[in-house]
């Protein structure tokens, strides 16, 4: 083994997550290595959030023509020109422009699988099979992210089953697909993969209904535009056991009410769990699983020494991509400032933002878009609720924006305090209004504030209107 190369931070994980952390990190005076096995730029860049939104938004842009008379599709959609420009949105799979990015922080990029080797200390197995050493100062970083879970299913695993890797960089799009999840991931994939050609689409969902974190309605709406569309969505069915004689061939999927499905493929959606298998928490004497418990300063709870931290998808505390980012600048800046002997000047996460005003957006069509607890959520936690809902069809803006214009908007409010805990959208392009509602929900606007934001006419935000209004102000 090498000598050991000192770094005032060392991250593992060359996700969004941990660019953000090395960034933060160096730019309050400290250096930093940032280690990654697979592509620099992680899961979000290459294989989620990034392909897939290129995926769905040809779909969603011919949603949205078709529901405006006088504007016509000439064919149907270019699933090869689609599937280009998908590679072209990932960078064909190339993380040159991302490595260069983490050496122009300025931060040290190792190429290896890295672990974890006592306090401190880190160790990376190089692609051409070397070890090489690392120490840190202050502080090593673990932001290596979540790995798809599958689910114990007899046979599912022997059929090399999909999850969103394969999906969002499919190259052939099978004509029958099966989908085992009814979340965000089995959502938007079964919607963009059936418009570019998997016509026999069957999704196998557990609950009773999509989307089962959200709002009723919102799962409501999108089975709708589902089934119209001719993706077969089959409520309360799991599978049970599944069948690929010849790898590459048909693969029968069984679900538990005896009914049976063949398709090309089976893709998995059915969640994530932190990538903590083989990390070497063991040689700081944690346990090799996961999520690792973090205070408010992402600083491991665990370990009395403080040196360790946990961000992102790692933690727990919230598998959003968006979210680990916040946390990773957060955590940059806290690793910086107990560096520099600053203990008291400390950023910290709110729960407000990580927690209670996280956003989320499904990018199906209808869009999906909330911020903040449910009212079921809302309940739950014993604040006295106030719910109200309106029709986005009804708005000005929505019915001039399209034909037929599907859509409903809800406000959860907490009635003593009169502030909004939280906030649904569903409808056609509303992806744009949820940073508003997320404002509001994060900074706790009094309503009797907020009631003086006026949207402007005739735009579809003027839904904040009719919430106000509903709501009797």
Not at 210 to 229: I, K, V
Not at 378 to 384: C, H, L, Q, S, T
């Amino acid at each position: 083994m090498a000598d050991e190369d000192v770094f005032d931070v060392i991250v593992i994980g060359a996700g969004p997550v941990g660019e953000n952390v090395a960034g933060r990190a160096v730019r309050g005076g400290l250096t930093a290595a940032v280690v990654e096995e697979r592509l620099a730029g992680g899961e979000c860049a290459y294989y989620a959030c990034i392909p897939s939104k290129a995926l769905l938004r040809p779909v969603g842009l011919a949603a949205e023509v078709s529901r405006i008379p006088g504007l016509e599709l000439r064919g149907p959609i270019d699933t090869a020109a689609v599937l280009a420009r998908r590679d072209k949105t990932v960078s064909h799979l190339d993380d040159g422009g991302q490595v260069g990015w983490i050496e122009n922080v300025p931060a040290t990029f190792v190429r290896g699988r890295g672990r974890l080797a006592g306090p401190l200390r880190a160790e990376v197995t190089t692609p051409d099979g070397d070890t090489r050493a690392l120490r840190a100062r202050h502080a090593v970083v673990v932001a290596t992210g979540s790995d798809p879970y599958i689910p114990d299913v007899p046979g599912l695993r022997e059929a090399r089953p999909w999850t969103n890797r394969e999906a969002t960089s499919v190259q052939q799009v099978p004509k029958r697909l099966v989908v085992i999840g009814g979340g965000p991931v089995g959502c938007e994939m079964s919607q963009a993969l059936h418009a570019l050609g998997a016509h026999e689409t069957t999704m196998l969902v557990r609950a009773d209904r999509l989307l089962d974190r959200t709002e009723p309605f919102a799962g409501e709406l999108l089975a709708n535009s589902f089934q119209e569309s001719g993706i077969d969505v089959r409520f309360g069915r799991s599978a049970v056991r599944v069948e690929r004689p010849v790898p590459g061939g048909p693969v029968t999927v069984h679900a538990d009410d005896g009914s049976r499905f063949e398709a090309d493929e089976v893709l998995v959606a059915t969640g994530r769990r932190p990538a903590v298998g083989d990390i070497g928490l063991e040689t700081v004497g944690l346990e090799a699983r996961g999520p690792i418990e973090v205070d408010a300063s992402m600083r491991a709870t665990a370990l009395p020494d403080g040196w360790l931290y946990a961000v992102g998808d790692v933690n727990g505390r919230n598998m959003l991509t968006h979210m680990g980012k916040y946390q990773a600048r957060v955590c940059g800046d806290v690793i910086a400032a107990r560096a520099k002997g600053r203990p008291d000047d400390l950023p910290a996460l709110r729960d407000t933002a990580d927690d209670r005003g996280a956003p989320q957006v499904i990018f199906t069509d209808p869009e999906v878009c909330a911020v903040g607890r449910t009212e079921s959520q809302a309940r739950a936690d014993g604040f006295a609720v106030r719910a109200v809902e309106y029709d986005m069809g009804a708005v000005s803006g929505a019915y001039l924006q399209a034909d037929d214009y599907t859509g409903r908007a809800k406000m959860v409010v907490d009635d003593g305090r009169r502030v909004l805990l939280g906030v649904t959208f569903v409808g056609p392009a509303v992806v744009d209004l949820l940073h508003s509602a997320t404002i509001a929900v994060t900074a706790e606007v009094p309503l009797d504030q907020l009631w003086h934001a006026v949207p402007s006419f005739p735009t579809v935000s003027e839904i904040w209107l009719h919430l106000m209004e509903e709501y009797g102000l």
